[in-house]
């Protein structure tokens, strides 16, 4: 079993940055793929950024060049920094875990564990 925790979240204007934080505790979660995904009010769940257990990374085209996700293994965490952010960025963000043999998976399917999220809300 896998526990993941969120944090971070917040209330941030245009073009402001957050950085989200994922604490895993339960089995080692160096062994995992690692990855964020959001939902927005009235929208499904999506991907929004995936990194492996060697630290290769894929990010969602919507937010290329803007968010960039992290780990350190030392201490069990991973992170999602968050620049220049819109308001199309307002959504809960969830941290979640994956064993999937695929690399970096980008399917909600793929992931086994997941945490209870943390909202983001991007003014205008």
């Known amino acids: 079993q896998v526990q993941l925790v969120e944090s971070g979240g917040g209330l941030v204007q245009a073009g402001g940055s957050l950085r989200l934080s994922c604490a895993a505790s339960g089995r080692t979660f160096s062994t995992y793929t690692a990855g964020w995904f959001r939902q927005a009010p009235g929208k499904e769940r999506e991907f929004v950024a995936a990194?492996?257990?060697?630290?290769?990374?894929y990010h969602a085209d919507s937010v290329k060049g803007r968010f960039t996700i992290s780990r350190d293994n030392n201490k069990n965490t991973v992170y999602l920094q968050m620049n220049s952010l819109k308001p199309e960025d307002t959504a809960v963000y969830y941290c979640?875990?994956?064993?999937?043999?695929?690399?970096?998976?980008?399917?909600?399917?793929?992931?086994?564990?997941w945490g209870q999220g943390t909202q983001v809300t991007v003014s205008s």
């Open positions: 990194i492996s257990r060697g630290g290769s990374t």
């Open positions: 979640a875990a994956s064993s999937s043999l695929a690399f970096l998976p980008h399917r909600l399917v793929e992931y086994s564990y």
